[in-house]
């Protein structure tokens, strides 16, 4: 395709600021999490960028032009042509939201078919060939410009954050929480510390366990491992005084009874209760029953055998 002298690639200030009109993104992203929106003047502490950015597209300056919204980039066009001359006039408002409201269907369809797409497992690459089906059915506004894999990842982050927000929002009302972990290692070698978050909701007043985030931790000791885990409560704006419970498997960098990472966070939360991981025990036992138990690896097999059948 044709060669834009500007990048595809997001703002770091602003996600969906490479996509055919920003506005279409705002009005999505405030009806579906609207305490997103000004984040960053509600959560001073700089870390929070990571995790919550504000969305806010005030200046015309942050605008992208894209090479199959024609609307679009004569709207951008105009503000740069009048970028440093004070507020946008009353033709680019105009223009602009005119661009919005022509894209606003496609882009909330393609949120929509993201959305659908991860719910069902269903591979990246599938995309384009199921936004070709919607323009072979009529859909409106869908063509080939949206088939790029940058818009699929675009939606992606987009839907993550309102999910996180909504999460670490549930989290917050909590009067108590605790956090379980475990280190990983991916496909390239690096090491990643995986958190788990246990608290009440208190609209069910029932106990949640969710997935947190996963982590780089370069520096797999005790100390490390606390740092990270204070530094992830730190840019959610999770009390760590509401810590009560610490999760982990067995190893010695968790459980030392003098330097291991319980007995860090004692130092500072002496209520805390550290729990060791029921699956790391089965998963030793069992390891231990079969010297004794030869009969056991065949029923480890079978039971295997069923979920996959079943699965």
Known sequence: GRSSPYPLAASPRCIPCCLPCCGAWLRLRQQLCPQLVDS???????????FIRCTVVSDANNLKAHDGSVCHAQAVNRARAVAGQGPM???????IQKAAAAVSSIV?????CVLWMVKEHVPMLKLSSMLAMMAVAGVAGVNHKYNHYLYFIMALRALSEVI??????????????????????DVSGEDHILLYICYIDMASF????????????????????????????????????????????????????????????????SFLLA?????????????????????????????????????
């Open 206 to 269: 029932a106990s949640v366990t969710e997935y947190l985030c996963a982590v780089r931790c370069t520096l797999k000791t005790a100390e490390g491992i606390v740092a990270v885990t204070e530094a992830v409560l730190a840019t959610l704006h999770l009390d760590p005084q509401k810590m009560v419970g610490y999760g982990c498997d067995g190893a010695s960098v968790y459980l030392g009874c003098h330097n291991g990472v319980a007995t860090k966070f004692r130092e500072k939360l």
């Open 108 to 112: 909330q369809l393609l949120v929509l």
């Open 164 to 185: 996180l927000a909504a999460q670490i929002q549930r989290a917050l009302e909590s009067p108590f929480f605790s956090i379980m972990s475990d280190s990983s290692t």
């Open 89 to 95: 006039d009353v033709w680019l408002q105009r223009s």
């Open 40 to 50: 960053r003047r509600r959560h001073p502490n700089g870390q929070a960028k990571a």
């Open 275 to 311: 729990v060791h991981c029921v699956a790391h025990r089965t998963a030793l036992v069992m390891g231990d029953a079969t010297r004794d138990l030869p009969e056991l690896p065949k029923i480890d097999a079978l039971l295997k055998s069923v979920h996959i059948l079943f699965n």
